[in-house]
């Protein structure tokens, strides 16, 4: 359905002043994606979906809406419409880690309901790619780990275990390591 003429003339004062505050389209557009996954993280998703379109309006070419919305998505349970919206993300910008590691993980509950090894061998190529753009991500790094002891890989998943504790862990799981001592005893 085309914009009304009101609606159009919103938006342009949304992007005037985004650019006013932050400088340019692509800092505006990232400030909407950072208050976007604030808002996600809230569990606020009403707001946090406005703020990704927000972003997406100030810099349509910004993978991290994208990134986004996919993480929206995923919080309905809906994989398909997430990968739809990672994989634009991806034909803008196909290293970056933070979707990457997002479609690995997709891929990764995929092998979990279907049981279907194919999904987590790509989970973990997508991991391993991921984790060479970017080796101090401590969510693909504790994903990583994940992901090699699902497919009983002691050895892989106690390094990027550690490697995850050594940055801090903040992204394991409580329980994961009670777990992982586990099926992957030292």
Same mark, same amino acid.
């Given at each position: 359905?085309? !914009?009304?003429?009101?609606?159009?003339?919103?938006?342009?004062?949304?992007?005037?002043?985004?650019?006013?505050?932050? =400088?340019?389209?692509? !800092?505006?557009?990232?400030?909407?994606?950072?208050?976007?996954?604030?808002?996600?993280?809230? %569990?606020?998703?009403?707001?946090?979906? *406005?703020?990704?379109?927000?972003?997406?309006? /100030?810099?349509?070419?910004?993978?991290? +809406?994208?990134? %986004?919305? =996919?993480?929206?998505?995923?919080?309905?349970?809906?994989?398909?419409?997430?990968?739809?919206?990672?994989?634009?993300?991806?034909? &803008?910008?196909?290293?970056?880690?933070? &979707?990457?590691?997002? /479609?690995? #993980?997709?891929? #990764?509950?995929?092998?979990?309901?279907?049981?279907?090894?194919?999904?987590?061998?790509? +989970? &973990?190529?997508?991991?391993?790619?991921?984790?060479?753009?970017?080796?101090?991500?401590?969510?693909?790094?504790? !994903?990583?780990?994940?992901?090699?002891?699902?497919?009983?890989?002691?050895?892989?998943?106690? *390094?990027?275990?550690?490697?995850?504790?050594?940055? =801090? =862990? *903040?992204? &394991?799981?409580?329980?994961?390591?009670?777990?992982?001592?586990?099926?992957?005893?030292?």
């Amino acid at each position: 359905m085309p !914009k009304s003429k009101e609606l159009i003339d919103e938006d342009q004062k949304l992007i005037d002043l985004a650019l006013k505050t932050d =400088g340019t389209p692509r !800092k505006a557009s990232e400030h909407f994606v950072s208050l976007g996954f604030d808002y996600l993280y809230r %569990g606020d998703l009403k707001t946090a979906m *406005k703020r990704f379109n927000q972003a997406w309006l /100030v810099d349509h070419k910004n993978e991290n +809406a994208y990134w %986004g919305f =996919g993480a929206v998505y995923f919080s309905f349970n809906d994989y398909e419409e997430a990968l739809k919206q990672l994989n634009k993300g991806l034909a &803008i910008n196909p290293n970056s880690s933070n &979707i990457l590691t997002d /479609v690995a #993980t997709i891929n #990764t509950g995929l092998f979990v309901s279907k049981h279907d090894a194919t999904y987590l061998e790509n +989970a &973990i190529a997508l991991f391993n790619k991921s984790y060479k753009i970017d080796p101090v991500n401590q969510n693909t790094l504790f !994903k990583l780990s994940v992901a090699y002891f699902y497919k009983n890989d002691c050895s892989n998943a106690w *390094k990027y275990y550690d490697e995850c504790m050594k940055l =801090g =862990g *903040k992204s &394991i799981s409580p329980g994961y390591l009670d777990a992982l001592k586990k099926q992957c005893p030292r």
